[in-house]
Structures are given as C-alpha cells and as structure tokens.
C-alpha cells in the first residue's frame, strides 16, 4: 500500500482509470440553461453522447490543452479556476468560448465581459471540445456550489487525519499546506471549495497531478472523509526539532576505531549498488559484478535516496522520517554503524566531498521543520543545526521553507541546495566553524531537484513548477540563467554528453509531458549555445522522471512511468548521443513501473527499477541495448531508486 503512497506526484495520468469514475456523473447531454443569450452566429454545441470515454478524452484534453492556465478547485493560475463553470455556462456557450474566445467576446456580451485577450483560441475539433465540457460537467461537484463547512473532528480523528496528510499530502501541499508542486489548500481556500467538493477531488483526482486517492483504493471513503473535513480546518502547528532532540535520537552501533582500517570483504565494493526498498524501509546491496545480493538492511520508513562518501566506503541514506542510515561497505558483510533523525520528513542528504574533506562531514536537508543539519562525517553525531525559513526572493512572508536537493562540490568545501519555497539557492561552506550558509543566491521559486555540468562547475537546478532550470556557476557562486524547457521539468541529478553539433550539453525530461530536453552547458568553447535549449525530443509517453547517461555510454536512458497508457509505464526509451535521436523504446516489465536508471562502474551495464511489491531489477548490456539479466526474490520489494557506489561517489552522470 505504501507504493501507491509515493506515487502521489508522479501518478499525474491514471488519468483513464480516473475518468471512468467521473463519467458517472456526466449522464446528461442536455444543455443547462444558458446565462446569456445566444447569438445568431454560434459554433454549435455538438449532440455527442456522453458516457466514460467522452470522459476520459475530455480530462486527456483538458490536460494537455487547458491545465497549464486552469485547475478545477486548485485555484487560479493564469485563467481562472473552472470548478463549477458548466454551473455558470451552459454547453452551447462553453463551446463558443472554447472555440474561439476573442471571436466569441465580439459577439457575445458576458463573453465579452470576461474576456481579458489571454486566453487563446487552442484550435480544438468541436468533438474534442464536446469532451471536455462533458469533463467539466463531470467535475460540477468540486467548488461552484455551495460548499459545507467541516464538521468537528475527535482528538483521535485530528492526529489521524494528520499523520495521513504527511504520509500523502504534504509532499507536494507543504506541512502547513501553502502549496509547491501542488496548490495551496489552506483553509481560505479549501473553505471555497466545501467538504463535497474536497471529497470530489480526493476520490478521483485531477489533471496536471493530483492522484485518485479513492479510485486506487489508497483511501478508503472514511478516510477521505476525514480528510475532506481535516484540511477546512487550520493545520496543526508541527513541532520543531532542535540539536538536544537531534542528539537524543543519534545511536552509534560500531565507533570509528572498532571499524576495519582495510575492506574485509574480498568483493569489488566500488560496484556494489545499494537499492532502495522503498516500502519495506530497507536498503539492498548488490554486488554489481556477480549481481548477489549482499545484504538487506532496516534504514526507515520510505527511504528515498541514498548517498556515498566522498571515498565511496559509507552510503548513507536518508527516509521521509528525516532518519539518516550511515552504511560501512567494508566490512565482511556490509553494516549500520551509525543512525540519527536531523528532520520530521526529508528528502535530500550529501557528503563532503571537496580535497581534505573526504568523509569529514554529512548534511541532511530538512523538509519539516525549515533547517539544515550538520554531522559528523564518521559517526553522524549532530554537529549544528540551520535555520533556513525567509522570506522569498520576492520579500513574501513564509511559513515553510523546505530544502530540496543538495550536492557537494568537488571544487571547493562548500555544498548547494534549493531552498524551495523561498527561491533561493544555498551555499554552505563546511571549512568554516558552525557550519554557515555563506551566500543566498537569488533564482526562481519551487526549486526541486538538480545536478552538475560535466566540469562539476556549473550546477542545474529544477523550479520545477516554474517550468524552469536555474544555473548556478559555482566558481563566482552566481546565478548564470534561468532556461524555460517545458512542462516541469525533473533531471533528477541530470545527464552530461557532449552532442555533436552543439558541443556539451545537460538535460532534463519533465514530468508534465513526454521531452527530453537538451540545454547548451559549454561557455567557453561553445558560447552561441551556453544556457539555451539546444535540442528538444519527444519521448511517447505524457511524463517522465528520470533519465541517466555514462561517459563511456552512446545512449541517454529514459523512463515514462507517469504515462496515462499502462504499457508506457513500463518501457524504457533511450536516445542516441550520435544519432541525435531517439533510438527505440522498449517495454521491459509486465507488471508495476519501470523506473529510475543507474549504471555499472565500468559503464556498460544499466540497471532499471521494476517499481512493485513483486520487484524486479533488470540489467541491459549498454552496447547491444538487450537484457542480460534480471534480479528477483521476495525481498525485492518496491525497488526504487538506485546508487552505483563508483559512480554516486564521483558524481558520475
Ligand atoms: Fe524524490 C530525488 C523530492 C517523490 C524517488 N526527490 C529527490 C530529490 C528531492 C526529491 C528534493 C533530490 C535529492 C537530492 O539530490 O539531494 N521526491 C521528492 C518529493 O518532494 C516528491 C515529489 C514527493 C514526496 O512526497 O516525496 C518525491 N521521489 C518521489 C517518488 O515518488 C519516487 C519516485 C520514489 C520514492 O522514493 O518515493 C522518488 N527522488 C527519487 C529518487 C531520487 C529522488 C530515486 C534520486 C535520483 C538520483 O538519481 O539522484
């Protein structure tokens, strides 16, 4: 069940499956009565039947034509939020102003009223328009009516519904639920939308994100009750989390001295891959020459990445519990020796890497409370803590700021994060006393996740709801560029090649739709490209989360595991570097998603994630692009994310 927790972002495009449900309230082909009167000189409403596929192609449209402006009860974007607008309009006139807005205001005066010169005519066939006006009649119950307000929740019911929001919500909503990757659904605005509407939304999901919770069976009809009601209410305040509590939690289980001085193991431990197991709260370690597995081990709930040491020795990995695991990979069989909680919920962890610092020190980002936490590199015992809560780059007061992704220069003692709500990136300088973020770097709002250029100089960093990938050059510690790519862009840490014609590039594929994009990344050399997109390619497929390359590699791995089309979900595509193109896609599991790609040490082997209770790892030779082989057992459960020691080690992707 926990599967299905993580997927909460990622799930954008069950969209069929939820489409279906909302068919049952779309039965009436009647046009409601209109607000206005209707002109000589109209695009006629077509009489289409209704019914699950009109549905499911309205709520595709909608989609991809109309969520990039408006959400249904998530708010305004750049159009109004249209919860409720088939209330408001009946169909004849929806059609005329989808049709044709500007053309439509000219004739008609409500039209003409509302009609501000942003909204484009999207060039739609009046059966593709039909279909989503039977969307939006689908959608009546979310907002537009007139919203109840919550009812009073027990004691018991309050922290239920609280821990529900952290394990589902507050990744993409924020803990005090002012809105990132998701909107803002605090409670002047969930207040709007009323507790039927809330229940609407929960059951089955909206386009541009927000998951099914109660058509996949994730909640049941009690709990999105309860929640409906829980988030009208004002959210409970969290707790902080200080160095004494931060201490409390630390356990050393072997200290440095009593740890070997040369590996015990006679395994290659530089191609050892730890996996995450993600709904087990385990970490796997696979020999990557034999492909034995090593060892499993307890690291917490949901773990989400894993880390190496500059040296490569220790992993270290960090849950959405804010637990951070410190692994020895040279003993005989790879061990905990060290475990702390720095956060109530996190996401990001990283290592010194710089000369002089090699596995000196580990940061934790916290995603609740606002802070980073400093530990000793050997041990984990809690060094310092950081507040990180500002205002945002554009003087906002806030409430939450999460650290996003963090990554360790090699060039200098300094680590960069994004900071996410406030828009700015971080440097902290770890060959200073306590620790301090020494500068604060001006970029865009909701940075996410991000890597290095192939110089380690330069590091890319996802405002993912922007739209956007912030530069960063790490050498005068300025921002370079701000690039648009496309529909949230995800690189993961990214993938560094150099393209034919445009020289070095780094690039990125999105989650909102299927593209790999390729931005110019060589200054010096190439300066006509540096900071522009160079080379867009489609990927079938309506999303994307990551994709990953090796310099010994001709090929650019990619996964599609957010595809409204089952069998997209489990393919993998890859781009040829030479080609310029896209090569092939290949559908490579029967079961689960397909996602996430690491490589081998020697960079001729990748290894892909079958995201399941029943997992899978599958190893393709990188030269012929075939299987060759397949990792199973019980004990593979949810495998997720994946990290080649050599490889996380020296940043090589
Ligand atoms: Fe991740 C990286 C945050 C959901 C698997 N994820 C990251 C990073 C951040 C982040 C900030 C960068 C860390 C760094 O480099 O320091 N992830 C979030 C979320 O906020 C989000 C959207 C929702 C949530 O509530 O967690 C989210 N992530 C997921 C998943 O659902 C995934 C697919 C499975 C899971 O583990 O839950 C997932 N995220 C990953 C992986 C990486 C990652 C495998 C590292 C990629 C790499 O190659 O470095």
Redesign the pocket.
Known sequence: MRLQ??????LVLFVAAVALVLAGCSSSTEPTTSTTATPSTTTEAPATTTGGDLVATGMEVFDAKCAACHTIGGGPLVGPDLAGVTKEFDAEWLTNWIADPKAWSETDDQAKEIYTGKMPALGLSSDEIAAVIEYLKSTEDVGGGEATGPRELSEVEFAAATEIFFNRC???HGTLRAGA?GPNIQPERTLEIGTEGIKTILTNGLPGGMPAWGKEGILTPEEIELMANFVQLPPPTPPSLDLDKIKESWTLAVAPEDRPTEPETSRNWENFVGV?L?DAGQVAIIDGDTKEKVAVLDTGF????L?SSATGRYFIAVG?DGRVTMIDLWTETPQIVAQVQGCFDA????SSKFEGFEDKFIIE?C?WPPQYVVYDGLTLEPLVVHDVLTPDINGKELEEV??????ASHNDPTWV??L?ESGYVGVVDYSQPGFPMVKKIETELFL????WDATGRYFFIAANAKNTMVVIDMQTKELVAKIETGKIPHP??GANWVDPEFGPVFATTHIGEGKLTLIGADPENHPEYAWTVVREVEIPGSGS??L?THPNSEWVWMDT?LSNVEEETRQVCVYSKEKMALEKCMQVADHGRV????YNEAGDEVWVSV?DKDGELIIFDDKTLTEKDRITGDWLITP????NVHN?ANDI?
């Open positions: 927790t993580v997927r909460r972002i990622h507050a990744g993409c990757t995450i993600r949901a773990v989400h990445i880390r959405r996401r990001s962890v990283e980002g995603y999460r650290v996003a992704a963090i990554v994060m994004g996410k996410h996740d991000g890597g993961g840490r989360l990551f990953k595991p996602v996430h790609f690491e995201w997720t994310g994946k990290f996380t992707y």
